[in-house]
């Protein structure tokens, strides 16, 4: 699931990205164009009493990012609340958030 809101920054959005801990994963790395790709940049915090793995980027406004979850640093895994999906040179999708 992706939260916006805004930003006290002028030009800029606050996303909070989540990802269900019902994976049962030891790890989960938010992955984007925010991050050039780099697969350890964002490590997700897991919160339990929410069922969670969560992160809160500060992006700027009106762009649209890229991104994927890496979990347990080898499954890649979409967002199905993202606004939309596009094809990646993998051969699957990438989500897309836009701020």
Known sequence: MIKKESSPSAGKVLVTFEYPTAARAATVHLVGDFNKWDEEATPMQRDGRAGVWRARLELDKGREYQFRYLVDGTSWHNDWHSDRYVPNI??????VVST
């Open 90 to 95: 993998h051969g699957s999708d990438n989500s």
